[in-house]
């Protein structure tokens, strides 16, 4: 990272208040020290003159903007505990980070008693004013302004945008392969979820042209020789869920696997799923150049205001101003909120079949955050299911998935996963959208690959797992 030449208002930045320095200064390398120095001069409000910022730099002063209380006091306190153990030669600037890291994450992951109620009513209602937010949220403006600001700050909470495939022609599809050697790849590939085991399992979510539909089953079919199982499904747009029943101010996020247990055995009565809706016959868009880059922008971030637009997308101002207000009115993408909260690490995936998803769903519902959505079986109509993933704070998925095991009737047909590792992306609207045709580019040879699983499983994350597959 880039030493800054620091002015911190006049301060000697080495003096210490002590007459005699604390004794995990003298094993913090070169770099950890000007670290340690950072934290407290941003804690401080001091003025860091940098001639180059990079990656690590810009997330230090976010985590040290977004820490609740003070990250220099506790980070301290912290390496004179590690010192005092005994047995410490040096610690380096890798150490110190991962320490911040960890430190940063525990401390943004444990939400006040108005921030709980903020999400709770931002995810249901994204993109709307602080104004009515406040008032879902039973909340003073004042108040709502501050927990909307600590947690966009921190990234707990982020307004993306979701292309409105029901406009755009387009179709979200589920791909489950079974025990694969290979797996779908490629542009219109978005998310996927991977469970490992004897038989591995690959969740694979793509947003296709609808009036391919045809062409990606003969695609999906040929896989089917060298795995155990692919289907494909419609995939609903679904919603995300919220709820803080198992945060507790004083121990965070721990699942209480009695409550859950006694709310599975209330039961419910089996589910009416209808079918999963098919865009209708496409309407001309005839998008422009300046469409699909400002479409890109708002996905990724769909507060982004014209300026911003201007700045990533080099587009004059009217310009941008304009089309985006154009584009969010005729509805082409959709506010979503995402929720990232660091302790709840574990992601569990969970397929119902209509007749026992009303006896989980129930229950399922008191756990911190899940996407929810329906799945249609596109060669079988008939075969519809609920599909569930969970966001659980670390190392509690698979002991949820006991308590289901144990209290869930052999004869229900569905199926729980942990999710080991995962990848998402999004479709870049202006590199498959032809603007001269009006139509999306398809080619099967040339905008999808089938990557050996090993492959796939090497790339997946085991941190940035999705959670909203739409």
Same mark, same amino acid.
Do not use: M
């Given at each position: 990272m880039t030493q800054p030449e620091i002015d911190a208002h006049g301060q000697d930045e080495t003096a210490m208040t002590e007459e005699r320095s604390p004794t995990y200064e003298k094993k913090l390398?070169?770099?950890?020290?000007?670290?340690?120095?950072?934290?407290?001069i941003f804690e401080e409000g001091g003025q860091l003159q940098v001639f180059q910022t990079d990656a690590e730099f810009e997330l230090l002063r976010t985590m040290v903007a977004s820490y609740r209380g003070s990250l220099y006091s506790l980070l301290t306190r912290r390496l004179e505990e590690v010192i005092n153990l005994g047995g410490v030669s040096i610690i380096s600037q890798r150490d110190i980070m991962s320490l911040i890291v960890n430190l940063w994450e525990e401390n943004i992951s444990r939400l006040s008693r108005t921030e709980l109620p903020f999400?709770?009513?931002a995810i249901k209602n994204p993109g709307v004013t602080l104004n009515t937010l406040a008032s879902k949220a039973k909340l003073s403006y004042a108040q709502t302004r501050r927990a909307q600001k600590r947690l966009s700050e921190s990234g707990v909470l982020k307004t993306v945008g979701m292309l409105n495939t029901q406009k755009l022609g387009l179709e979200r599809v589920l791909i489950i392969f079974e025990s694969p050697s290979l797996v779908l790849s490629g542009p219109y590939v978005q998310k996927i979820l991977m469970v490992d085991g004897y038989s591995p399992l690959v969740l694979v979510v793509a947003t296709i042209p609808h009036q391919k539909r045809s062409e990606l089953l003969d695609t999906i079919r040929s896989f089917r020789g060298s795995t155990g199982g692919a289907s494909v499904w419609s995939l609903s747009d679904g919603r995300p869920f919220f709820s803080g029943r198992y945060f507790d101010s004083q121990e965070g996020w721990n699942l209480d696997l009695l409550h859950f247990r006694l709310m599975l055995r209330k039961g419910g009565d089996p589910l009416l799923l209808a079918d999963v809706a098919t865009p209708a016959p496409r309407k001309s868009n005839r998008f422009t150049f300046a469409d699909v880059?400002?479409?890109?922008?708002?996905?990724?971030?769909?507060?982004?205001? /014209?300026?911003? #637009?201007?700045?990533?997308?080099? !587009?004059?101002?009217?310009?941008?101003? @304009?089309?985006?207000?154009?584009?969010?009115?005729?509805?082409?993408?959709?506010?979503?909120?995402?929720v990232n909260i660091p302790r709840l690490s574990d992601r569990v995936v969970c397929l119902l079949s209509p007749e026992?998803? /009303?006896?989980? #769903?129930?229950?399922?519902?008191? !756990?911190?955050?899940?996407?929810?959505? @329906?799945?249609?079986?596109?060669?079988?109509?008939?075969?519809?299911?609920?599909l569930l993933v969970s966001a659980l704070p670390a190392g509690s998925g698979r002991n949820l998935i006991d308590v289901l095991t144990d209290e869930t009737s052999k004869i229900h047909d569905y199926s729980a996963h942990v999710v080991a590792a995962g990848s998402g992306q999004s479709t870049k609207v202006a590199s498959m959208y032809d603007r001269r045709s009006d139509i999306w580019k398809w080619d099967v040879s040339k905008y999808f690959d089938a990557l050996t699983y090993s492959v796939v499983r090497r790339e997946a994350s085991p941190r940035d797992i999705p959670l909203d597959l739409a």
């Open positions: 390398s070169p770099s950890a020290t000007a670290i340690l120095r950072f934290v407290r999400l709770e009513a880059k400002i479409i890109d922008a708002l996905v990724d971030g769909y507060d982004s205001t /014209g300026n911003d #637009i201007v700045t990533s997308t080099g !587009l004059s101002s009217s310009t941008a101003f @304009r089309k985006r207000s154009q584009l969010i009115r005729n509805r082409v993408v959709l506010p979503r909120a995402r026992c998803s /009303g006896d989980i #769903i129930t229950a399922w519902n008191h !756990l911190p955050i899940t996407y929810q959505s @329906r799945i249609q079986n596109i060669e079988d109509p008939s075969e519809k299911k609920v």
